[in-house]
């Protein structure tokens, strides 16, 4: 079986109420990056000013050869789901095309629209990142024959939101046995 070339793949859009974020986050971002645990793909802030000015920083850790096969591989996959064989050769020259143009993910037309959507006085982070400490398990997966059936993640917030519904479940459930006890026998 053909080797993993990448690890998986996510993105993530956070929005941010104080756009003085930066500094902490491109630590983070930075430390994640040299422990080997991730790598950005592509990575855009946008600020917007109180006046409605926008600043953008994009970023990715990506050689140039590395964003030309991976724009490749992406128009590639894009293309063969499309068209098959023929789609993917188109795909893959298509996709190499776009990196080597510098728009490898975060159109300017993509810019606009989350400027658009972000209030003044805030900030949004759009990041595609590489999960390279997974690299070594998905290879594994695939060798054993293994296959995404679902993913997703588990944030506290819906640990939160799980929790009050058992919780209401819970409730609805003692009154439903409550009625059932307080019900004479005949």
Request: glycine residues 10%; proline residues 3%.
């Amino acid at each position: 079986m053909a080797n993993v070339m990448y690890g998986p793949m996510q993105m993530v859009v956070i929005g941010f109420d104080e756009p003085e974020f930066h500094g902490k986050v491109l630590k983070e971002l930075r430390s994640l990056r040299e422990k080997g645990t991730m790598r950005l793909i592509d990575l855009l802030f946008v600020w917007k000013d109180a006046s409605g000015k926008v600043t953008e920083f994009q970023a990715t850790d990506l050689t140039e050869e590395e964003r030309l096969r991976f724009g490749a591989v992406v128009g590639a996959l894009i293309g063969f789901g499309a068209a098959g064989k023929e789609g993917a050769r188109a795909g893959a020259e298509a996709g190499a095309e776009r990196v080597a143009e510098y728009d490898f993910g975060i159109a300017a037309d993509d810019l606009t629209t989350i400027a658009d959507a972000i209030p003044a006085d805030s900030a949004a982070a759009v990041m595609l990142i590489e999960h390279t400490w997974a690299i070594g398990l998905k290879q594994a997966l695939r060798d054993a024959g293994g296959f995404v059936l679902a993913q997703g993640m588990v944030t506290p917030e819906a640990l939160l939101l799980a929790g009050a519904d058992l919780a209401a479940a819970v409730e609805a459930a003692d009154k439903e046995e409550k009625k059932k006890v307080a019900i004479p026998a005949q």
